[in-house]
């Protein structure tokens, strides 16, 4: 009983398993093989005839079992990546910290990776633990036990359709129970961004985190400062898109994980009307997600920060700015203090200012302008974008409604709808939807402006 204990209390230190390997069979894992990739099918086949083991791995195994579609499929494998390669027509080793094998059919591409030992002394970490580089091959055993979650430790064998479970994940993603395998804080030193990921599970699953795993976040969230800015965007993009975006943040709030992730997201929440812009823009994001339309980042980004950068934008031209001026100088502002800590990529970056400088030109219908707009790549996102701040009350609704019809609008339509509109009069084309008697010598009153920031110079 004394030596039982014992090894149970070194195999928790040491992260490896607690129980033996179990096969769970088809008829209690639940998995339809036909909702697997094929390609990932064809790539464990592949290596399986050459006599090498191979299993889809981690968070497609999760949310197969759970119901969920899969965004991507992965492979764990023993072959190293250059017994990999050879192996198909169309693969690269890609990553420094973490090489694996990209094998790439058409639009789909299966991250296949070998099997890894779990974190030693001889790997290179920083002052804070976190591992450098990890490339030390392994034993399959070995493998699940340096993944983080117990519900991510799931191997799934599409030729005896079994899932091989080492730490029991199966029966906590059935209790939707996020449980960090290994001691959580060592386990957090050598990865801060499994801060990030617990939280996400739990979110998406609907579940909860385990208390061990839980414990600590508070007081090591300072650890998130280490992470390389561009590996932070890419867990921020995924925590954004997983379809409860809002649900994650406020836990992230709540466990005490949310400061200087987003910089100006946590001033935007904290002032007034931001809060309800955010609000919005995800709610928005979540449910064309959860319908299986694909979300660009460049528009998530650019909702996410533009509070900041309207507010901002009002101050300049209350100095006296011109007020296309002033939207590219506080645009610039924002996204330098941003990408400090987040590194949003320049595609990304140029698409949001794309997207930022086209919201003064909606403020007056001018047919001629209005078909250079029509050239612009990110006009139809530009609009969508306008209908968020109409819902916002930061524009006006009716007119938001018309250039949403005209974005619709097949090319017959459009010119009917623009001669239609060069027919009104000049001041009523500019300003609103709506015909209405034209006045000589009349000033602007508050009623004929939109709420945007350039009709208040």
């Given amino acids: 009983m004394i030596t039982d204990t014992f090894k149970r209390f070194v195999g928790k230190l040491l992260g490896q398993p607690p129980k033996a390997m179990r096969r769970i069979g088809q008829a209690k894992h639940g998995i339809e093989r036909r909702n697997v990739s094929r390609h990932a099918i064809k790539v464990c086949e592949v290596l399986q005839h050459e006599g090498y083991q191979a299993y889809i791995v981690g968070g497609a195994v999760r949310d197969l079992i759970v119901g969920l579609e899969p965004k991507d499929f992965d492979v764990a494998t023993n072959a190293t990546p250059e017994q990999i390669r050879p192996l198909f027509r169309r693969a690269r080793i890609i990553g420094r910290r973490f090489q694996l094998v990209h094998v790439v059919f058409g639009q789909e591409i299966i991250e296949t990776s070998t099997f890894r030992a779990p974190a030693s002394e001889s790997q290179a970490t920083d002052d804070h633990g976190r591992i ?9 055993a070995q493998d ?8 991510n430790a799931l191997y799934y064998d599409p030729t005896t359709e079994e899932v091989i479970d080492y730490h029991n994940g199966v029966e906590d993603l059935k209790s939707r129970t996020v449980r960090m395998i290994g001691d959580p804080r060592t386990r957090y030193r050598e990865d801060p961004v ?16 385990h208390t061990d795993t839980k414990a600590p976040l ?12 561009s590996r932070l965007f890419d867990e921020m993009l995924k925590l954004l898109t997983c379809g409860h975006a809002m649900d994650c943040l406020q836990q992230l709030r709540q466990d005490g994980l949310h400061q200087g992730i987003l910089p100006l997201l946590d001033v935007v929440l904290e002032q007034p009307g931001g809060e309800e812009f955010i609000e919005l823009a995800l709610d928005r994001t979540d449910h064309r997600i959860r319908s299986g339309k694909t979300v660009s980042p460049s528009f998530l980004f650019a909702a996410l920060l533009w509070h900041q950068v309207d507010l901002r934008w009002k101050k300049r031209i209350q100095a006296g700015e011109p007020s296309i001026q002033a939207l590219m100088e506080a645009a610039d502002s924002v996204l330098e203090e941003q990408t400090e800590k987040l590194a949003i ?14 919201q003064p030109r909606f403020e007056k219908r001018l047919p001629k302008s209005i078909w250079r707009m029509f050239e612009q790549p990110r006009f139809r996102a530009s609009v969508d974008f306008l209908q968020l701040r109409a819902a916002a009350h930061q524009f006006d609704s009716v007119l ?58």
């Fill in 345 to 358: 990529q320049k595609r990304f970056s140029a698409d949001m200012r794309e997207i930022w400088f086209m």
């Fill in 132 to 140: 450098l580089r990890d490339n030390e091959f392994g034993t399959h």
């Fill in 218 to 229: 508070q007081s090591m969230a300072e650890l998130i400062e280490n992470v390389p800015a």
């Fill in 400 to 457: 938001a409604q018309w250039w949403m019809d005209l974005a619709n609008a097949d090319d017959t339509a459009r010119v009917e709808m623009l001669e239609e509109l060069s027919r009104l009069p000049k001041e009523t084309s500019a300003t609103a939807p709506r015909s209405r008697t034209r006045r000589r010598r009349r000033s602007p009153t508050s009623g004929d402006r939109t709420d945007s920031p350039s009709s208040q110079e």
């Fill in 194 to 209: 499994r801060m990030l990921r617990a939280v996400r599970f739990a979110v998406k699953l609907k579940g909860t985190i």
């Fill in 144 to 151: 699940a036990a340096r993944r983080d979650f117990t519900i």
